[in-house]
């Protein structure tokens, strides 16, 4: 049963790829969503059997790797934290699919969307099912591999194309970051199997490592490398370019990679490695910083960005920024409750925001939208209840996630952990801001869409509208049924030995009131200004913008780090690469090697061409000299004997 929730999504995508020409559109659209059904089936059965019902695995289906000292099994490890994901991986991505088959039946290559759907859903089901770190590692990149294909689908267009470069080198930097950490954790333990590098986690604690002449913290530095990998594929700050380009995929691609699987696979990985993380506070430190930092940071973004899927995307970098902070101060099971609480309502929005752009022909700008409500009533409802969610207004999910995590930053007790809480109530009112602007600029006011837009809004068949039903129902219901065996009096049994949940997750049931109160507060305060802004004076934004120029556009602008890394990296490196193409391979090696040999050779030909005159007399003198010379030779060397 393990296997084939694994491995089903694999075969519809070679079935649908290599097949697609037997197959046809219908054909490969049957095979996925089948395969992807099955499989969500398959692990909603394996969540209550493993999860619920307290029966965590280990499913060894062959020997991978035995050279020396380094052994280990490709093997399923079915665990609580396994089993949550694999709901969320295989759940989400079943609603993509089937959204899928509506949003995509224009285009001329469905076959194979579908099969790249299906194959980066494989990839991450061998992440979080893996068993050891190379296993983990081969999902890892397998997902980067996959996304770099879904996000430049459409390669006929330029901007997907840098898009999926982009996203694709800078997740190489934070892999390489994950690399050193498994090639440093199999230094220090002698293995990457998972169970025992935690069983004997405890007495390397307090091992150090010299390196260039400097002894360090070994479960610090190991720690750092593994989270910048992290960094990387969960677009924290720093590494979180690549995420707001991403949307030139299609919107299922950005439901997928955005909600529920690539962006959360860092997340998940912290949360696996728990067992080593808690043993470094620096790490922790910086986790706990990073996220926070990149929680206020993306939301700032979101409240000044004009393109529908890049607000919900910034959204996302925001929301994973809680996760993080939430696994730094040690609650790592309030962190992966929000990764699954977010999944549904992110998705929802996603989902939601491509049945829109569906209606509006092809419209991304919020600017260019406006009082189509009426005409899209389902997509409009639909909408706020991915907004209040992520909101975090009860009684939907993201208040019992998100609000939780909030509490455990001040429940932490500490300095990073006060600086995460404020950063994070702070974040909130944001999001609420950002999300009412978002619903009052594409649904309300007067239409600022042409005429000939305008009368083509419709709402979107029930293919696409199925699949928003259902996520919207998570949204509803998934944080009140989930929040007592994830973060409330059952967790410890719900969670057993999967994380490493630290005592603050128990102190965050006592704070003060006014620390439970204080999120409400400041969402009410951020739907409030939303609405005066966009609603009651929608002139007022236009005249902040214009009083206050710098702000705007250093916020419009990303903070600059575009611009900064062009800067700093691209441009210096297409300098470098100009200097050696042009200097180094142009004019040294090929113009002392092959162009150079080559120059001598037609200078010669052309000088010796000049005495082929076609003159008696010239070819003559020419054999006069010529013996005169040999003449001359034969004298001299015989003259030496």
């Excluded at 980066?120 to 068993?131: E, G, N, Q, R, Y």
């Excluded at 267009?157 to 190489?172: D, E, L, T």
């Excluded at 991403?246 to 690539?262: C, D, K, N, R």
């Excluded at 065996?485 to 102190?507: N, P, S, Y």
Aim: hydrophobic share 55%.
């Amino acid at each position: 049963m393990y296997a084939a929730i694994v491995f089903l999504p694999l075969l519809g995508a070679l079935i649908a790829g290599f097949g697609r020409h037997a197959l046809g559109d219908k054909g490969s659209q049957w095979v996925t969503c089948t395969g992807l059904g099955i499989a969500a089936l398959l692990s909603w059965y394996a969540f209550f059997e493993v999860a619920v019902g307290g029966n965590p695995t280990t499913v060894t289906l062959f020997t991978w790797v035995a050279s020396g000292d380094l052994h280990f099994d490709w093997a399923l490890k079915i665990d609580t934290l396994t089993a949550v994901m694999l709901i969320v991986v295989t759940t989400i991505s079943f609603m993509v699919h089937i959204y899928s088959v509506g949003y995509m039946h224009h285009d001329p290559s469905i076959p194979r969307f579908m099969a790249y759907l299906s194959l980066f859903t494989f990839a991450m089901l061998m992440l979080v099912t893996a068993d050891n770190l190379v296993q983990m590692f081969f999902g890892w990149e397998g997902v980067g591999l996959a996304s770099y294909l879904l996000i430049g689908f459409w390669y006929e267009k330029p901007s997907a194309n840098a898009a999926a470069i982009k996203a694709f080198v800078v997740n190489r930097v934070g892999d390489f970051g994950f690399s050193l950490g498994i090639f440093g954790v199999f230094v220090v333990f002698g293995t990457v199997g998972l169970d025992a590098i935690f069983a004997a986690a405890p007495q390397y604690a307090d091992t150090t490592k010299t390196f260039f002449g400097v002894e360090w913290h070994a479960m610090t530095i190991l720690c750092v490398l593994l989270f910048v990998g992290a960094m990387g594929k969960s677009a924290q700050l720093g590494l979180h370019t690549w995420l707001p380009d991403a949307m030139e995929g299609p919107t299922p691609v950005s439901a997928l990679i955005h909600a529920a699987t690539m962006v959360t696979a860092g997340v998940f990985m912290v949360a696996r490695l728990s067992p080593l993380f808690v043993l470094s506070d620096t790490a922790m430190a910086i986790v706990t910083i990073v996220g926070a930092s990149t929680a206020f940071f993306a939301a700032t973004i979101g409240c000044v960005q004009n393109d529908i899927k890049r607000v919900i995307a910034y959204s996302t970098c925001s929301q994973l920024g809680y996760m993080f902070f939430a696994l730094g101060v040690g609650a790592f099971g309030t962190g992966v409750f929000h990764l699954m609480t977010h999944a549904f309502f992110k998705a929802l929005l996603f989902l939601g925001a491509g049945s829109v752009i569906h209606a509006m022909s092809d419209e991304q700008d919020m600017r260019r939208m406006g009082g189509i409500w009426k005409m899209v009533p389902w997509t409009y409802g639909f909408m706020w209840i991915g907004s209040w969610a992520l909101m975090g207004l009860p009684p939907f999910s993201g208040y019992f996630s998100k609000d939780m995590i909030l509490e455990v930053a001040y429940a932490a007790d500490s300095g990073v952990g006060q600086y995460a809480f404020w950063l994070g109530v702070a974040a909130a009112s944001l999001t609420a801001f950002y999300s009412t602007r978002l619903l009052l600029m594409t649904f309300h006011g007067t239409p600022r869409a042409d005429d000939h837009v305008m009368g083509h809004v419709h709402e979107s068949p029930w293919i696409m509208l199925a699949p928003l039903v259902v996520l919207a129902l998570g949204a509803m219901i998934a944080g009140g049924l989930g929040a007592n065996l994830f973060i409330g009096e059952g967790r410890e049994q719900f969670w057993g030995e999967a994380v490493k949940d630290m005592a603050v997750t128990e102190h965050a049931h006592h704070v003060p009131g006014w620390v439970k109160l204080l999120p409400l507060v400041v969402t009410a305060a951020g739907i409030f200004l939303g609405w005066v802004f966009y609603a009651a004076k929608p002139k007022w934004p236009v005249r902040l913008a214009e009083a206050q120029p710098g702000i705007y556009k250093f916020l419009l602008n990303k903070w600059y780090f575009d611009e900064l890394y062009d800067r700093i990296f691209i441009k210096p490196a297409f300098a470098l690469g100009r200097a050696f193409w042009k200097g180094g391979d142009g004019a040294l090696i090929d113009g002392i090697g092959p162009d150079g040999i080559a120059s001598v050779t037609r200078s010669m030909a052309a000088r010796f061409g000049k005495m082929q005159s076609g003159f008696l007399y010239h070819y003559a003198f020419a054999m006069i000299i010529g013996v005169a010379g040999i003449v001359t030779w034969f004298m001299v060397t015989s003259a030496g004997h």
